[in-house]
């Protein structure tokens, strides 16, 4: 005998490097209920104390390409011309048995091919305030080398230019209201989803992650863009 599936909600979340998205993930599914992360496959090498099976599944280069072969990728990239990455049908199985939705911290490329193949997950991109804010705090974490953060920059102004492709534009200026505004676009989403009259409180919650919507965005984002552009650019042509 067959129940009827829960069909899970898809979120996507992308950032360039250094956005602070894996602190706004990670207070994400510490404060939503039935939200499942998907852990990527990767072909990078462990950083810092990451463990295998908790950020990432760490796999070599032909474990992956087997993977690929099996059919086993929902969708697949290979980011910063180097790595490949990955994300598991399996995990959006797992979501849809338990009756849960899935959070996927994927890349453009990524997310445009989950697009294709979900059209209805709710993406959402993480941008820092601007270019300074960013340099500041890939230095700061001191993780990467003088190039490496130079490369990241430039990486980072290109990644920007994929904004139009998401539904939300979440600027992670200060943690606190990051946290509080991407908490209310996934419960906003399954409250518009759900179809029912709202509460005084949950049309709070909608309200607030109306705000972060694309439409909604527009002269913030100019700034930041204005901001990434090279010196002398003057945005014409
Ligand atoms: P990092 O190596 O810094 O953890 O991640 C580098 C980039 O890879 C980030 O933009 C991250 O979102 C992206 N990424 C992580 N997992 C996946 C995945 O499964 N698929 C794709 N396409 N990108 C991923």
Redesign the pocket.
Known sequence: MSYPAHKPIVYI?????GSG??TLVNELLKSVRDLDF?I???T?AP?GNETDGK??YFVSRSEFEKMIRDGE?L???E??EK?Y???ARRFLREAEQKGHDLL????????A?IQRKCPDATSIFVLPPDRKTLEERLRKRGEDREEVIEHRLIAARR?IQNYERYNYILVNDQLEDSIKALRAIVRGERLVRAGRPLSAEEAKTVALADRCRLVNMRDRLKSILDSFKPPGDSGKG
């Not at 996927?104 to 997310?111: E, H, K, R, T």
């Open positions: 979340i992308s950032a360039p490097s998205k894996s998907s990527s496959y990767t990078r950083r950020q990432y990728f969708e697949h990239a980011v910063f790595d990455y990955g994300t996927l911290d994927i890349d453009v490329q990524g997310a091919q990644e």
